[in-house]
């Protein structure tokens, strides 16, 4: 049996004010940062105190976990040029400022 245009067969709909499965979610997320933060907060200090301690292949472990929350990856980037498209004035440019650079 198909609907038609613009009825479903839930004829009470939604309650006002429910929430979907994505703001459930995003709530969820956002409580479990909140509880990561907390616990961060409480035991950086341990850790700081503790880190001369720890072996260098531990200390190690411990700065590559943290390093993508400080510095984030680079990604691959493309550029494309069209260089029949250019004018002479722009490749000349261009190729200025390559041997600029390769003389530096």
Do not use: C, H, W
């Not at 067969?9 to 990561?36: F, H, M, Q």
């Not at 409480?42 to 190690?60: G, H, M, T, W, Y």
């Not at 980037?77 to 003389?103: G, R, V």
């Amino acid at each position: 049996m198909a609907f038609k245009k613009g009825q479903s067969g839930n004829s009470t709909g939604r309650p006002k004010g429910a929430k979907n499965k994505t703001e459930k979610v995003l709530k969820i997320d956002e409580e479990l940062r909140d509880k990561i933060g907390s616990f961060i907060n409480e035991k950086i200090v341990l850790l700081f105190k503790k880190f001369p301690k720890l072996s260098a292949d531990n200390q190690r472990k411990i700065i590559e976990g943290l390093l993508p929350y400080y510095l984030p990856k680079l990604q691959a980037i493309s550029n494309t040029f069209n260089f029949e498209d250019m004018t002479d004035e722009q490749l000349d440019l261009i190729i200025d400022k390559i041997k600029k650079t390769a003389a530096q």
